[in-house]
């Protein structure tokens, strides 16, 4: 196997294929750091131009593309509150609010470490236990999801604000995600007649608007002077203090992220929030998560990046994409002539070992990038409010016409900034509305598959080893806190 | 092949060639959009971009290609964008099996029966699989457990209304036996729930499933094809009519063009795909692919397009979808 990762390395190091992985991050950068237009959207509109590239150049530099989106998405999430991704969301809670501390710096940095860590983590990961993970993978199916995406839910409870009003707000996200059509059956419902609703409603519009016109529409309230937040530049680099803080949670955020992202029905942004909530269990400083937790940033990131990695394990192994990216370099795949599929780890090993190389490569690429230019991105941030808040307006507008390519798109994201504006108003916390919208489709599948599968019986929930154990921690979940409610000693 | 139907075909070819000599051919002017319901990835779509790759490089077509995936909502946001624009000469509808069911399925009106029709290309069979370890050794023995144990064998499916749901509903009516189908959100949601092992059978494409049965993860059970493949390992594998279950389903892709397209235009695209499909290059990935190149052009192609969905408006009335 080091012989194979040797040759992979060989191949990965020629110039030509140095300059199209560079190419390839640099992309995924930009494409990451739209709102609207993913790194699934921005690799199947450059792979028309890999036609004429050798296959393994071609899908090292759409592999690029795929994990350099992950590292773009943080910066529009940290500055201006708009995650690009729905992988985005937890970072954009902690790290918007470190943004508005000054610390804008430190938090694109340690988000540039942490995906960089987890990033190449999973590589290894992929290049060693591929095959036995992705049987792991398989063993997750309906009821799993099920139970992972109710979990999710119940967790969106304690986001900020009083359970009552977050829990409120995830209700709200459910009930936005049941208009457009019923998943299993095709079935049209909700949609009032409407056409721009008929294939329901987006994460992105919702996301864009609720986090970035919102919080633009807001701050056009406050009448006295905006003062540009204040960056001393001691502030944009990490502490000591904030790299200690952060080591574990970068670790536990890269586990998390890695077996998420290689269930193929889950994704990064289910392994961005789990890892977040299991990280303020283990911080010090809980009551920090929410409010600028360093360490929230860096599990977040840390996840979604192992997460965009492990996707590939059931892809290269088996023939699954685990998410929307990863299909698109499956069809890539395709189109270069190279079949993919169970045997495509013995039949292709030269390229898929240089993919892997590559990747390694690429994450070194995107720390070389990021890490210093995370002060002068933050920079931006000294401009006054008057003049960044229509380049918000703009980019957000832009990033959601890009995304569907239709003024519906337009008006639902203003529609959604209205609403993001008058929760802001009620103290209503916006993030579990766009979480619940993200896990609905997951949750409701999954149930009604679940069900299938048992021909109706809820036995299958405990029937099966993983579920149970699932199962348990729902109960947990729901039960610790009115337990602690009881335990509490009197004052 | 009885005399008349030999003579129908005869008099087929000699109208398809006679309308080929009348027929006026234009090409369009700027840049073309292939548009395609479905996302990046998906078969229309790597189907489509690899014939706008060959016409494009084999200089068959010199005007710039773009595929533009209008995914979402079964197809219609791509159907509904080109219904949009009669008369449009740059912009072509890619022809998938949600181009015919989701109006059926939505109550709406046929799209099929709106654009114009230019070509039917490349089709593809499926193939039946089971789980590696199952008892089963050929269909009659699923047909049988299916009879003791009605909706106890379930069917990991791609979407609700799609290929494999039409392959479900007509061995269901053809063995005269009941099956659970489960949708998933795609097809490789499917494969991965049925690669778990959690359910007895699941509908591959013919290099999808050889590989699957290369790898040792399943078995297979039949093709629903008219005849048996000829290429080594395919070759074993019996069709469901030699095992006394009547199907023979294929998927199929083409194109078509807006409504009140000039016919002159259509005329011209279809000897287009028509060279591309000549390619030697195209040949190689069907036969790669282990895909089927029957050409239908214009006139041909739209009974052949009104054929398809008639049967999908049969099956989906009798699966209780059509609306």
Redesign the interface.
Known sequence: MIDALMQGFAVAFLPENLLFIFLGVLMGQVVGALPGLGPAAGMALLLPLTFGLEPATAIMMLAGIMYGGQYGGTLTSVLINVPGEASGVMTAMDGHAMARQGRAGAALSIAAIGSFIAGVGAVIAVAIITPPLASVGLRFNAPEYFLLALLGIIAVGSLGGTPIRSLLAGVLGLMVALVGVDPLTGTPRLNFGIPALYQGIDFIPVAIGVFGIAEVLSSLERTEKLEPIRTRLKDMWLTAEDWTTCRFSILRGGVIGLFVGIMPGAGASVASLLSYLAERKFSKQPEKFGSGAIDGVAAAEAANNSAAHGALIPMLSLGIPGNASSAVLLAALILHGIKPGPMLMTQESTLVWALIASMVLGNVFLLIMNLPMAPVFAALLRIPYVYLAPGILVISLVGAYAATLTMATVWMCIFFGLLGWVMMKLDIPRAPLVLALVLAPLMETSLRQALLLSFGSPMIFVERPISAVLVLAVLFALIAPIARLFLRPRR | MSKTLTLTVAMALALSVGTGVAQEMRAPVGPIEFTVGA????SP??IM??V??IMN?EGIVENPI??Q??S???H??AYNHVLGIPGDENTLLTLASPVFT?PI??GTPSVIDQITPIAGFIQSELMLLTTPGSDWAGLQDMVAFAKENP??V?VAGG???GNDHVATGLIETAAGITL?Y?????G??A???F?????ELHFATL??GM??I??G?AKPLGILSAERRSEPGVADIPTATEQGVDVVYTQFWGVGGPADLDPAVAAWWADKFRQATETQRWKD?LA??LQLGNFYALDEAGSYFAAEQDTFRSVLTQIG?AK
């Open positions: 996302g990046a990835g998906g779509d790597v971009r690899t706008a790759q490089e773009v595929v995936n209008r979402g909502a079964g219609s946001n989701t399925v939505q909706g106890r379930r979407a609700s209304g659970t489960i949708p998933h959100e795609s490789g949601a494969r991965a729930t690669l778990g092992g959690n359910v290099s999808e590989e699957q290369g790898a993860t990935g790669a692919n979808l």
